[in-house]
Structure formats: C-alpha cells, structure tokens
C-alpha cells in the first residue's frame, strides 16, 4: 500500500524522488542513475517506485503507448538541479533494493504523490 510519509531523515520513504541506478529493460545489465519517486516499502528490504524523467513525452505520447509506455507530467521539484519539468513512467513498477539508493532528491507533494498512485494503479492494481 502507497502512503504518503516523507521524512527528511536520510532514509527512503513513501512520496521521496530519490537517485538510484534503474538498469535499462532491453539490457537489464546497463542502466542508467536516475530519480525514482518511492511509491512503499516491501518489507523485505525493498521499496517499489516510479522513474522520473526530465524529457517530454507528452510530444510522442502516441507513439510511448503503442511501445507500451505511458507518462504523467508532475512538474518540478529539487531532485532536478536544472529546474525541468519531470513526467513519471506508470507501466513500469520498479523493485529496488533499499540500501542501493544514494540520496534524498525532495518529495513530491502529497496531491501529485496521490495522482501518481492512482494513476499508477492502472497498470499496478495491488499499489
């Protein structure tokens, strides 16, 4: 379950954009460091999240669905040093190891944070 519960403690939580490595789907041994909106905790060591993106699929949004893609503007926040705008990928649960995340980026705000789970439920039923 997806509760909001930021904490600027040093640890990952529910609403926090954190920076982990997400490896690529085509090629799961490269990947890329990117944000990672923390959607909850699995209680194994693990968080489920979302990637952040800073590229506008809102211009080939057709095209990302038909490759099974689909995006959600959430706009700005400090875990982009260069202020760009971010969109969330909502297919695409990821399961990270907690103790493999390197930072605290900001949090989403609780309004966007509740959208993104709603959203995300669409394609994610037991979030």
Do not use: C
Request: hydrophobic fraction near 35%.
């Amino acid at each position: 379950m997806s509760t909001y519960s930021p904490e600027a403690d040093g640890l990952p939580d529910p609403g926090e954009v954190v920076w982990t490595w997400v490896p690529y789907e085509d090629d799961p041994a490269q990947g890329k460091d990117r944000p990672v909106v923390v959607l909850s905790r699995t209680g194994d060591g693990h968080l489920l999240g979302l990637q952040l993106s800073s590229q506008d699929h809102d211009l080939d949004a057709e095209q990302e669905a038909s490759w099974g893609r689909h995006w959600m503007d959430v706009g700005t926040g400090a875990w982009d040093p260069e202020g760009r705008p971010s969109e969330v990928r909502l297919d695409r649960l990821l399961r990270l190891p907690e103790a493999e995340v390197r930072r605290e980026g900001a949090a989403l705000d609780r309004s966007t944070f509740d959208a993104v789970v709603v959203a995300a439920r669409e394609f994610h039923p037991d979030l």
